[in-house]
């Protein structure tokens, strides 16, 4: 399984991105995937998951209501669209896939199988 993660950058507080992660490798039917983030001197930590087969999806509450996780299945591709951005969301982020975690367990970083390369997100105040 390879995952592809794309799309940080830099962007003013207030401003909006959006992450890409291209899978690969296997068909995703049942997994989940979604996304983790670290910021300098500190832990990774969640950020928010989708369930590939129905859609489900669940979130930190530190971006509820500001990040929205998605996923297209024709393209093997998670997206995690960031709005409302805000200083502390700058970290290095990453996706993640797992065949059988499930979402409510993600933010303990339980058995997450796989990860991709990370992306830059600085956001400037």
């Known amino acids: 399984v390879q995952l592809q993660a794309f799309g940080g950058g830099l962007v003013q507080a207030g401003g909006s991105l959006r992450l890409s992660c291209a899978a690969s490798g296997r068909t995703f039917r049942s997994w989940r995937m979604g996304w983790f983030r670290q910021a300098p001197e500190k832990e990774r930590e969640f950020v928010a998951a989708?369930?590939?087969?129905?859609?489900?999806?669940y979130y930190a509450d530190s971006v509820k209501g500001r990040f929205t996780v998605s996923r297209d299945n024709a393209k093997n591709t998670v997206y995690l669209q960031m709005n409302s951005l805000k200083p502390e969301d700058t970290a290095v982020y990453y996706c993640?896939?797992?065949?059988?975690?499930?979402?409510?367990?993600?933010?303990?970083?339980?058995?997450?199988?796989?990860w991709g390369q990370g992306t830059q997100v600085t956001v400037s105040s």
């Open positions: 993640a896939a797992d065949p059988s975690t499930p979402l409510t367990l993600w933010p303990r970083m339980v058995r997450i199988d796989y």
């Open positions: 989708i369930s590939w087969l129905d859609g489900r999806t």
